[in-house]
């Protein structure tokens, strides 16, 4: 089974800088790639950024040129820079495997805990 283990969430202020830390273990883990998803309550979960085993990062519309993915010293962890916040940044945010390198969905149905980020306008 895999895991994903999110770190570095808190409350900030509009404006301000957060860098989101994820961790993935677990012996099938074995996908193309990793990505960042989040969820406000009540609505559906949304892509945010992808980056695959041996290609460069995408992002979705709303956080370019905003947010910079990186991939770590390990295969199995990946950080979210994320700069100039927004209010509307504010959500829960999960990483996961990418199913196909440029696409959007997730490899694995299991899902860690989260990290939630909170932006005070």
């Known amino acids: 089974q895999v895991q994903f283990v999110e770190s570095g969430g808190k409350v900030v202020k509009s404006g301000a800088s957060l860098r989101l830390a994820c961790v993935a273990s677990?012996?099938?883990?074995?996908?193309?790639?990793m990505a960042w998803y989040r969820q406000v309550p009540g609505r559906d979960r949304e892509f945010v950024a992808g980056?695959?085993?041996?290609?460069?990062?995408y992002y979705s519309d709303a956080v370019l040129g905003r947010f910079i993915l990186s991939r770590g010293d390990a295969d199995n962890t990946m950080y979210l820079q994320m700069n100039s916040l927004k209010f509307e940044d504010t959500a829960i945010y999960y990483c996961?495997?990418?199913?196909?390198?440029?696409?959007?969905?997730?490899?694995?149905?299991?899902w860690g805990q989260g990290t939630e980020v909170t932006v005070d306008p």
């Open positions: 996961n495997g990418l199913k196909s390198y440029g696409l959007t969905t997730a490899a694995y149905e299991y």
């Open positions: 677990g012996r099938s883990f074995n996908s193309p790639g």
């Open positions: 980056i695959g085993r041996y290609a460069g990062p």
